[in-house]
């Protein structure tokens, strides 16, 4: 279960934020794109509860597609991002907001980027969109995975995992604990066919590489030092 910690530090939400464009119809979804649509590898970013609007989101995946990635950010909250003033409390949110719906409606856009000529795909999850992003690892959707402060998941989860994945997460997590990752790290470990890396930050928390405060420096670093960590893992897997 997502703890209150995945509805915190809610962002300023900028629908025309960014440097790419924000497309009604990509593979049915409506998508914040950026990067070359001619790149022959292609990253899928499945954002947190905050949804495709938040700036930092946008900002990373500007700086995705400035690698050569042809980038996508699926709107899969479908303009309901979670919103702290609403009375409807995080459970109800999270009941109409599930993760397997979001992995069914992301099969029709990864199949939107492969009609583009794109034969490598990567997916990155923050927290909620982690559950999306390992139920596409699981099918051999996609190339190469990166949960970051990631919530909803389970060993049992990690177990079905087929494809190279990198977990990146808080020292200071109550949703996914360092306990939780050293178990998931033990289950890939025996997996040898699935190459993984499991890495916690020290001194940061759940939903660090996300919902940074810019004018935190220290914040700043370890949310880019994430995005660098996500960068290389992408750049191993689908170059």
């Avoid at 649509?37 to 930092?56: H, I, M, Q, R």
């Avoid at 049992?156 to 990146?168: A, F, G, M, R, Y």
């Avoid at 066919?193 to 810019?214: E, L, Q, S």
């Amino acid at each position: 279960m997502a703890s209150s910690h995945c509805f915190e530090n809610p962002p300023a939400l900028s629908p025309a934020g960014g440097a790419g464009e924000v497309v009604d119809d990509f593979g049915g979804m409506k998508a914040y794109v950026a990067g070359f649509a001619g790149s022959k590898a292609a990253v899928v970013l499945v954002s947190d509860a905050f949804g495709f609007e938040a700036p930092n989101l946008r900002k990373i995946a500007d700086k995705v597609a400035s690698s050569g990635y042809f980038v996508v950010v699926p709107d899969f909250l479908h303009g309901d991002p979670y919103d702290p003033s609403n009375p409807n409390n995080p459970g109800m949110w999270l009941q109409s907001h599930n993760p397997q719906k979001a992995f069914e409606e992301a099969k029709p856009v990864i199949a939107a980027i492969k009609e583009k000529g794109v034969s490598n795909i990567g997916a990155a999850g923050y927290c909620w969109g982690a559950k999306v992003v390992v139920e596409l690892a699981k099918v051999h959707e996609i190339q190469a995975a990166v949960l970051l402060h990631p919530s909803l998941l389970t060993v049992d989860d990690i177990k079905e995992v087929k494809c190279p994945i990198s977990i990146l997460g808080a020292e200071i997590d109550k949703t996914s604990p360092p306990e939780l990752l050293k178990q998931f790290e033990q289950v890939l470990s025996t997996n040898s066919g699935v190459d993984h890396i499991v890495k916690i930050f020290p001194k940061v928390a759940h939903g660090w590489a996300v919902r940074y405060n810019d004018e935190d420096a220290a914040a700043v670093t370890s949310a880019e030092e994430a995005l660098q960590d996500m960068s290389h893992w992408f750049n191993k897997y689908l170059n």
